[in-house]
C-alpha cells in the first residue's frame, strides 16, 4: 500500500542526514517511477562542499504545471539515546510517527506522493496538465548543490512551472492554521565607530567611541524602517551584540563595533535598505562622529505570493479537510521557496512544525491523512 504512512515510513529509515543521501531519493524514483513519471536524478557538485544527490520527476507534458518541492535531508539526530523511540525507526507509538525528518519534511514529501499516486489512480494515471516533483537532499546543510542548481537545471531543459508547493511544516499549532506565502528577507551588518585612544584621565586628548556608539544604537534603533503591509509585519532593525574588547579600565579604546541583523519587508530591496541606513547613520553622526557600516553579503531577499486564485484554492482544500480557515503569514526563518520564486508562484503548506529539529521529532498519523486529502484536494481543484 503506498499511503503517507509507509511511504514516509520507508523515508524516515533512511538515515539521510546532510549530505547524505542514504537511499531517500530511491524510495521516491522507484514510487513516482512506476507511477509513469519521468525521472531524473541528478548529482550536483561544487569544489569544497560534497556531491549531493537530487531528483526531478514529471508526469504529462501540458501546462498547467504544478509542482511539489521539498528535502529528503535531515538535520542530524542529537542524542539518539534520548530519542524514545529510534531516530530512523519510523515507529508508530500512540498514534504518533516517530523520527528525524517526520515533519521537517519527509512526512509532507509522503503526503504529497501519496495525494499524487491516488489522483492519478481515480485518474486514468495520467493528469489534466502536468505535476512535478522537484526534491533535494541539500536543504538543510549550506544549500550549494539543491534546489538553486536543480531549477537551473530544469530551466536548462525548458521546464516551465506554474505553480509550486513546498511541503515545508507551515502550521504552527494544528493542521491548517497556517500558508506561509512568503518570507522576509536579512541582512546582517556591523557599525563601527572610530575614536582616538588616550588615558582616562586625559579624555581631552581622546576621543571615546564608546558614548558614541551608544547614542547611534539609539538613534538607528529608534525609528521604524516602515508601517508593514498587508502582508508583512514592519521590518525591524535588531542590535545583537556591542563589542569593545577593552581589558583596560584605565584606556579610552580607539573603536567599538556593534552587530545588528534587520528583517526586512517588500517595501526594500537590500540595495534600498542598505542606502537607507546609511543616510541615517550619516543623519545620526552630524559630522562629529566617525562612523560607519560594513554590510555581510545577503542571499536572502523578501518575497510575497500575493493571495489570488492559486492561494484561494489551497485554502479552500485545507477549509474542506479541516474546518480551519488557514492564516497567510510571511512570519519565520528562510526557505527553498526563496529560490523557486524566481520561477513561479511559490507557498509553503506541510505539517505542523512544533517538534522540528527537536529529539522525538514526531507527527501524529491523523495529521499525515488530513495533509494527503488536503493535498489530493489541492490537485482536484487544481485540474478540475
Ligand atoms: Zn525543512
Known amino acids: 500500500m503506498n499511503d503517507a504512512l509507509s511511504i514516509a515510513q520507508d523515508l524516515l529509515r533512511c538515515p539521510s542526514v546532510t549530505p547524505a543521501d542514504a537511499g531517500a531519493l530511491g524510495v521516491l524514483e522507484r514510487l513516482l517511477g512506476d507511477a509513469g513519471f519521468d525521472v531524473h536524478r541528478i548529482t550536483f557538485s561544487e569544489e569544497g562542499t560534497s556531491d549531493i544527490d537530487n531528483l526531478y520527476a514529471r508526469i504529462g507534458t501540458e501546462a498547467p504545471h504544478i509542482s511539489f518541492a521539498g528535502h529528503t535531508d535531515v538535520v542530524p539526530p542529537g542524542d539518539e539515546a534520548a530519542w524514545s523511540h529510534g531516530a530512523f525507526s519510523g515507529d ?14 519527509k512526512g509532507g514529501i509522503a503526503c504529497a506522493v501519496a495525494a499524487t499516486l491516488d489522483y492519478l489512480a481515480a485518474n486514468g494515471g495520467k493528469p489534466k496538465g502536468s505535476i512535478s516533483f522537484l526534491i533535494t537532499g541539500d536543504e538543510e546543510g549550506i544549500a550549494v548543490n539543491g534546489t538553486v542548481k536543480l531549477l537551473q537545471w530544469a530551466a536548462a531543459r525548458g521546464e516551465t512551472f506554474d505553480h509550486c508547493i513546498v511541503g515545508e511544516p507551515s502550521n504552527v499549532e494544528e493542521m491548517g492554521d497556517t500558508i506561509k506565502i512568503g518570507r522576509r528577507g536579512s541582512q546582517s551588518g556591523t557599525l563601527i565607530v572610530d575614536g582616538v585612544q588616550g588615558h582616562v584621565a586625559y579624555p581631552h586628548r581622546a576621543s571615546n567611541p564608546v558614548p558614541d556608539i551608544a547614542a547611534l544604537i539609539v538613534a538607528l534603533s529608534g525609528d521604524p524602517l516602515d508601517a508593514g503591509n498587508a502582508q508583512f509585519q514592519p521590518s525591524n532593525l535588531e542590535f545583537t551584540s556591542v563589542d569593545v574588547g577593552n581589558t583596560a579600565t584605565n584606556v579610552i579604546p580607539a573603536q567599538a563595533g556593534a552587530k545588528f541583523n534587520i528583517r526586512f519587508n517588500d517595501h526594500h530591496t537590500q540595495e534600498s535598505l542598505r542606502d537607507l541606513i546609511d543616510k541615517r547613520l550619516v543623519a545620526a553622526t552630524g559630522n562629529r562622529i566617525r562612523a560607519h557600516i560594513v554590510w555581510e553579503p545577503c542571499n536572502a531577499d523578501s518575497f510575497v505570493t500575493r493571495p489570488g486564485a492559486f492561494t484561494d484554492l489551497v485554502v479552500s482544500a485545507i477549509e474542506e479537510v479541516t474546518g480551519r ?3 497567510l503569514n510571511t512570519g519565520g526563518g528562510t526557505s527553498d521557496a526563496r529560490f523557486i520564486t524566481r520561477y513561479c508562484p511559490v507557498i509553503e503548506f506541510g505539517l505542523v ?10 507527527t501524529p498519523v491523523s495529521d499525515l491523512e488530513k495533509l494527503t486529502k488536503i493535498y489530493r484536494g489541492v490537485l482536484e481543484r487544481y485540474f478540475g
Open 92 to 105: 508508530v507509538k500512540g498514534g504518533l510517527l516517530y523520527g528525524r525528518g517526520a515533519v521537517d519534511m
Open 325 to 327: 480557515k488557514p492564516d
Open 353 to 362: 512544525g512544533q517538534t522540528m529539529h527537536q529529539i522525538d521529532e514526531r
